[in-house]
């Protein structure tokens, strides 16, 4: 098993360019999550997915779009990049989401927007 | 509202010193608090967690207890390597929300050989 992966590791964007970040897991898990990490901070979810085809907003959603056509995967999408967005991702998955279930996390986009 | 309070890093220990990494909580109802480790280059993998009052969780040496009177899961280990050079986060959840997580800042732990 590969676990969750993510692609790409880095990037630097330009001020109003769109990119997406790739996440697939292969553990068959129904939760997925995006958060993001910025300097010195904790970890913020961006968007879940409690199952293909269902999306919902965590706490810092608004510059950013996700879809789940399948399982495995959930793309982050950003539309128009803006410096704020300048951060680490980490996509994550679970097998439920009951309050003690642990979450496999990718090793990380950083991007950049300059 | 939902807060995870860590201390502040970073620590630098010499191998073989007592580690202790605080963390206190704010959530409504009854978290399982955990604590995730995220060594250079790689993502986040759990260490540990407790789901109930007074539960200990421990993995590789580290422990930590939940304390409800005290809203507190601080992360212990009484001989750390070099090999635990890392950023530790505490996180806690509850079911209703999904599970989803709410992070600590994390504490970049360096031990020096």
């Known amino acids: 098993n590969a676990g969750v992966t993510q692609t790409p590791k880095f990037r630097i964007l330009k001020i109003g360019q769109s990119m997406t970040l790739q996440c697939t897991q292969d553990m068959n898990h129904n939760y997925m999550y995006w958060y993001r990490q910025d300097p010195g901070m904790g970890l913020k979810l961006i968007y879940y997915?409690?199952?293909?085809?269902?999306?919902d907003k965590g706490e810092v959603p608004n510059g950013y779009n996700v879809s789940r056509s399948t399982t495995e995967d959930f793309p982050l999408r950003l539309e128009l990049a803006a410096p704020s967005q300048t951060s680490v991702y980490f996509c994550?998955?679970?097998?439920?989401?009951?309050?003690?279930?642990?979450?496999?996390f990718g090793p990380g986009t950083r991007l950049t927007v300059l | 509202g939902n807060s995870v309070t860590q201390m502040e890093g970073p620590v630098t220990l010499s191998e073989e010193a007592f580690l202790t990494i605080n963390c206190t909580y704010t959530?409504?109802?009854?978290?399982?608090l955990f604590w995730y480790v995220q060594y250079p280059g790689e993502g986040l993998q759990l260490l540990l967690k407790?789901?109930?009052?007074?539960d200990k969780g421990s993995n590789k040496g580290f422990e930590a207890t939940y304390r409800k009177e005290t809203t507190s899961f601080h992360l212990e280990k009484g001989s750390v390597q070099v090999s635990d050079s890392a950023v530790y986060f505490c996180?806690?959840?509850?079911?209703?929300?999904?599970?989803?997580?709410?992070f600590g800042r994390g504490t970049q732990l360096t031990v020096w050989p």
């Open positions: 407790a789901t109930k009052a007074d």
């Open positions: 994550a998955s679970s097998y439920s989401g009951t309050s003690d279930n642990e979450q496999f």
């Open positions: 959530a409504t109802g009854y978290p399982s």
């Open positions: 996180a806690h959840t509850r079911g209703s929300t999904l599970g989803r997580l709410y």
């Open positions: 997915s409690v199952g293909a085809g269902i999306t």
